[in-house]
């Protein structure tokens, strides 16, 4: 299974054709060859290293919510595990 990760774009180097991104306070490098038109501040649906294309905000936001209740869920499920 694949997971894409939406990410927002904190800097660009039009040069290399690159974006830092950032998702969750983790800073990774990224290419934009398969995305134009990119602008700090956009959010970016990130796979594999690539940006695969611009996602609207609210929707980047709904699906990064969405990741970080599942990972509660997985810490508290972890958590009553453990103790059986």
Avoid at 11 to 23: G, M, N, R, W
Avoid at 39 to 63: P, Q, R, S
Wanted: proline share 1%; aromatic share 4%; hydrophobic share 50%.
């Amino acid at each position: 299974m694949c997971l894409a990760v939406p990410a927002k774009a904190i800097s660009i180097d039009k040069e290399a054709d690159t974006a830092k991104v950032s998702l969750g306070g983790i800073l990774k490098d990224v290419s934009l060859s398969l995305v134009e038109d990119v602008c700090i501040g956009d959010y970016l649906l990130i796979h594999v290293g690539f940006a695969l294309n611009k996602l609207d905000e609210k929707e980047a936001l709904l699906t990064l919510k969405a990741f970080e209740e599942l990972a509660d869920f997985n810490r508290a499920e972890g958590s009553v595990n453990a103790d059986e």
